[in-house]
């Protein structure tokens, strides 16, 4: 059966990655969905391929326009939005001492404002539906610190940060808003990491875009006693260390 049928969802950096496989789920399962992303060919082709529930429509998640005309757009086409994901996500890799302040607010402005501006916007029209569901795509950068990733943790801590606001904030109105920590994920994001990076982790591999989908489908239909809360799909990456059970038997 279908488990989000007559949902209207807006999924921001849609067109690949987890965002794409968020968006297949989502219209799988009977949503309608707005594919949001700046990649114009890519959106487009997968809103296509997936038939009339689904369209493509052009957000910067920096841009206050286009989150106006992004909401109206998805509201006229399909009556007031009931679910957003604020997945638009980007990366910069270096230590602190060699970034730059535009590419520290650059990461910080689409990661965490553009996030900002998806509640913000959205959220009358998630009153006027009666309730509904924001996910927000932080990382395990949310939850711990990274070397070489000042900003884009403290934009993932910060999008954590703002899911516990809004939970607050939203919850007289039936809104649950959380946050998904994925691990390393295989996307376009990661096509430059060698497969080291997951080697020591308990499932000693990369996730897959389409199991951060079944946790935000979850989260959307089944977790209605969960808000504010934090669900982290990083194969055990954040569970603790084995160090000292190695020690204790003995082992190098
Ligand atoms: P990706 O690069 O494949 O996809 C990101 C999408 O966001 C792209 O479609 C891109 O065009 C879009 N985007 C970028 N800037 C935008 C903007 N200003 N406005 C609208 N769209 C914009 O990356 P992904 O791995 O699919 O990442 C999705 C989310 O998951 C991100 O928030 C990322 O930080 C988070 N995440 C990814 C991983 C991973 O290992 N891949 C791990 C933890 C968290």
């Known amino acids: 059966m279908a488990r989000l049928t007559g949902k ?27 594919v949001a992303d700046v990649l114009d060919e890519e959106g487009a082709a997968l809103a296509d391929e997936l038939g009339p529930t689904a369209r493509y429509q052009r957000l910067d998640v920096t841009d206050p326009a286009q989150w106006r005309a ?31 302040p535009e590419s520290f607010r650059h990461v910080v402005d689409v990661n965490l404002y553009g ?7 959205t959220a009358p029209s998630l009153r006027r539906a009666g309730g509904g569901v924001v996910i927000n795509i ?18 993932k801590w910060g999008l954590r940060g703002l899911t516990k606001s809004a939970a607050l904030e939203l919850a007289a109105d039936h809104v649950r ?9 295989r996307t376009p994001m990661t ?19 389409e199991e951060v989908a079944a946790m935000a489908l979850f ?13 982290v799909v990083d194969g055990g990456a954040t569970t603790g260390s084995v160090i000292l059970t190695t020690m204790s038997t003995g082992e190098a």
């Open 191 to 209: 096509a430059g990491m060698d497969d080291s990076l997951a080697a020591r982790q308990p499932i000693a591999r990369y996730g897959t875009p």
């Open 8 to 34: 209207n969802a807006i999924i921001t950096g849609g067109a690949r990655g987890i965002g794409a496989a968020i968006v297949r789920l989502f219209t799988a399962q009977g949503a309608n969905v707005t």
């Open 115 to 121: 996030a900002w501006l998806g509640l913000h916007t």
């Open 70 to 100: 992004a909401v109206e757009a998805a509201d006229q086409a399909h009556g007031p939005v009931s679910l957003l994901v604020n997945n638009a996500g980007i990366l910069a890799v270096g230590p602190i001492t060699d970034q730059t």
């Open 138 to 155: 932080s990382s395990t950068a949310g939850l711990m610190g990274y070397a070489d990733l000042g900003a884009y943790t403290a934009s």
């Open 219 to 231: 989260i959307a239909a089944d977790a209605t006693y969960s808000t504010g809360c934090e669900f």
């Open 177 to 185: 808003v959380c946050s998904i920590h994925p691990g390393p994920i």
